[in-house]
């Protein structure tokens, strides 16, 4: 009798877990290959819901609803210019989707002022291997997968009635925990779970209370407009265009007729359309210098 009590208990906990779970991550990663001692590390959200997951960053989530909320104040004042900056926005800027039971897969991310919806449909042939070990009260054991341009090592979990993990990564008979790639420049760790009812309304609170005006409505990515579906092929040609020509979208927006355009880069304010570009094209080339190392290679070829 006690066993089949504790049995219904644990049976009831995991579809409590499976009815809306936020899993999270501690995302340690070197941007620059050139300055591997200035890791950073970022929050990420494994938010699992019954038809599918949503991997993102919690710094841009909250900047991305205060930003939201600060546009919609100026609207309401009947504001046409907006000068909204965020230095603490986070640097992990995309996000993945998969749905279930399917496991589609869809990386949201953006390319200069951009933004993509790119489908994944490649199988992830993972090596189960017999290493087992605690991580946190789970029982975890390891498996290796060549993904992306890279080698990883994960450890996954049976304890939990999924088969998801950070970034796109699934497959393996219960959730990835940590994975690390043979670089040691991309590392996820687990760092907690709860469930929805417990956070979402904490969360609400936070952001309003850090909004400009109090109440949130999501915009979306204004700036970056909407997004354009491709498949990795067509997002690996657009890459390639704005890697040769970063400010190729702004020398064609400064050629309509009647466009003026003011940027301020590195402090200093400019109105002529040859300087513009030329700073911005250096300033452009130099952050894609700095940001060598991204999480699947060979998408940025």
Sequence with gaps: MKKTLLLMMICLSLFSLAQGTRIMYEYRFVSDLEKKDSANTELMYLDIK???????????????SIRDAYIQKQLAAGATNFNYNDNNAGKVEYSVNKSYPDFKINLHTT??????????????????????????????????????GRTWTAWFSQDFPFQDGPYKFHGLPGLILEMEDSTGTHIFKFAGSKKFDEIEKIEKKEIENAAPGGRVVRFGN????????????????????????????????????????????????????????????????????????????????
Aim: a positive charge; aromatic letters at 10%.
């Design 50 to 64: 019954k038809d599918g997951s949503k991997f993102y960053s919690r710094k841009k989530f909250h900047s991305d």
């Design 222 to 301: 204004m700036a970056g407009g909407k997004e354009l579906e491709v498949s990795e092929e067509q997002f690996i040609k657009q890459w390639k265009e704005y890697k040769n020509d970063p400010v190729k979208d702004m020398r064609q927006n400064l050629s309509r007729p009647g466009v003026k355009m003011k940027v301020n880069i590195n402090g200093k304010e400019m109105t002529d359309p040859a300087e513009m570009l030329r700073n911005m094209e250096k300033f452009q080339k130099d952050l894609l210098k700095q940001d060598n190392n991204k999480i699947e290679p060979a998408l940025y070829p």
């Design 111 to 148: 390319i200069g002022p951009n933004r993509f919806d790119v489908s994944d449909a490649k199988k992830m042939d993972w090596k189960i291997l017999p290493e087992k070990k605690k991580i946190d009260k789970f029982d975890a054991q390891k498996a290796t997968l060549d993904f992306g």
